[in-house]
């Protein structure tokens, strides 16, 4: 079994509609949580961090941690054409300074015109 | 202020080949961390560089070896290259509470 899961999809949206992406973990020990978005043949750049529970809103972006279920989500508003990329998430434990981060496998997302 | 910058942007081997992966750190960041992405696949840890010693270490082969020099900046060196190394390898420069990527080396091998 793999640390994070990550649906691959890919998920096909029409402009406008809100997205949800999901990510399940089985290591307790994971503090810290990101998500990335990643355009094709890029570099992940980072959307969100977080590190409790509860819920974190930036713009049309929200992201939202559950430990008690090991799961976590990034929901995307309103979402545009632009927002058309692969979304990774991304976890790690924190010791004095940056972890390694274990990634899912990151949802290819489509949204249409 | 740039970000973290990385060459060769692309790069073509043969197997058994060698290669150099370089990466300069955001200004400001003493550590570095390498991650390679196989196509479909998310970023997996390598290893990671701090006050140019090797800090932690994904499960990669001793082929993968790398090197942190005073100013920061990272080599990835990759020994006896297979077909399997093809991958978009990933530097990625941080302080405690904020970690970035740049846009990566894409290596294929023939």
């Known amino acids: 079994q793999k640390e994070v899961e990550q649906d691959p999809g890919p998920l096909s949206v029409p402009e406008g509609a809100i997205v949800s992406l999901n990510c399940t973990y089985s290591n307790s020990a994971f503090q810290y949580f990101m998500w990335y978005r990643q355009y094709s043949r890029k570099g992940p750049e980072l959307l969100m961090y977080t590190y409790s529970s509860g819920n974190k809103e930036d713009g049309r972006f929200t992201a939202q941690v559950d430990k008690s279920s090991k799961y976590i989500s990034l929901f995307i508003r309103d979402s545009q054409p632009s927002d058309s990329a692969t979304y990774l998430c991304?976890?790690?434990?924190?010791?004095?300074?940056?972890?390694?981060?274990?990634f899912g496998a990151g949802t290819r997302l489509a949204v249409h015109p | 202020d740039a970000g973290v910058t990385q060459s060769p942007t692309h790069l073509i081997k043969t197997r058994g080949q060698q290669v150099t992966l370089r990466c300069s750190p955001k200004s400001g960041h003493d550590t570095v961390s390498w991650y390679q992405q196989a196509l479909g696949q998310g970023p997996q840890f390598i290893f990671q560089?701090?006050?140019?010693?090797?800090?932690q270490r994904g499960n990669f082969p001793d082929r993968f070896s790398g090197h942190q020099f005073p100013n920061y900046s990272s080599e990835l060196n990759v020994n006896a290259l297979l077909l399997g190394d093809s991958a978009l390898y990933l530097c990625?420069?941080?302080?405690?509470?904020?970690?970035?990527f740049g846009e990566g080396s894409r290596l294929t091998v023939l």
């Open positions: 990625a420069s941080s302080l405690p509470g904020e970690l970035f």
């Open positions: 991304a976890m790690t434990t924190f010791s004095g300074g940056y972890n390694k981060l274990i």
């Open positions: 560089y701090y006050e140019e010693e090797e800090r």
